[in-house]
């Protein structure tokens, strides 16, 4: 059963231009939020997380966007840079265990000149 | 730091052959993982550890072993390889669970086909 559904699959946006990324999800009791970026032949890392008692987290030109009542988040990607281009994973934790994230099916992101 | 560590990079094996994935970290984290990202799957875990000695299984551990006998190392084990296992294998570890303040940090994978 997938928990956090991702959309689009794929994206491609010009140098400046905002790059928005979906994800939706089930389960009410998930705690935080959190968003993996992963270069090609790299593992993911965090990029930005927000916890689900805020509507709005900024770091940067990356803003992530709660909707609670409609179980949504978003990411947000201002000024998009060629540097900018790879996958991007929306995840939640597992409720009740640890070290359990589950993720989206991923969104490659190019950023073109 | 090294962080995660993950060997081999590349591998290739035929069905019927096993094999172990090494893991390894060095920041004292107490919970790692096992993660296999396929296109268009995203990231799924296989397994994982909450401390030395205990383990538990994710989302798809068929096919898969694994054992934590030090808070360094967490090993995966193919025991009879299947081309279904053809996959990107992340190692993942957490300081005290994957929780806000706590995120996972990745391996860079090992590239794994079965023929």
């Known amino acids: 059963q997938q928990q956090v559904k991702q959309s689009p699959q794929s994206l491609i946006v010009q140098k400046g231009g905002i790059s928005i990324i979906n994800c939706a999800y089930e389960n009410t009791a998930f705690d935080y939020f959190p968003w993996y970026q992963q270069f090609p032949g790299k593992g993911p890392a965090l990029l930005i997380a927000?916890?689900?008692?805020?509507s709005e987290k900024k770091e940067g030109r990356f803003t992530i966007s709660f909707n609670k009542s409609a179980k949504q988040f978003s990411l947000h990607i201002m000024d998009s840079q060629p540097g900018d281009s790879a996958t991007y994973f929306c995840?939640?934790?597992?409720?009740?265990?640890?070290?359990?994230?589950?993720f989206g099916t991923g969104t490659r992101l190019q950023v073109t000149l | 730091n090294a962080g995660v560590t993950q060997t081999p990079k590349f591998q290739v094996l035929k069905t019927g052959q096993s094999m172990t994935l090494q893991c390894a970290q060095d920041m004292n984290h107490e919970y790692m993982s096992w993660y296999r990202q396929d296109p268009g799957m995203g990231l799924r875990l296989i397994h994982y550890s909450v401390g030395a000695g205990i383990t538990d299984q994710g989302e798809v551990p068929n096919g898969y072993n694994v054992s934590r006998s030090t808070t360094e190392d967490f090993p995966l084990r193919l025991l009879s390889a299947a081309p279904s296992q053809t996959s990107v294998y992340f190692c993942?570890?957490?300081?005290?669970?994957?929780?806000?303040?706590?995120?996972?940090?990745f391996g860079n994978g090992t590239r794994l086909t079965v023929t």
């Open positions: 995840a939640a934790p597992t409720t009740g265990t640890a070290s359990k994230l589950t």
């Open positions: 993942a570890s957490t300081k005290d669970g994957s929780s806000y303040n706590s995120p996972l940090h």
């Open positions: 927000i916890r689900p008692d805020v």
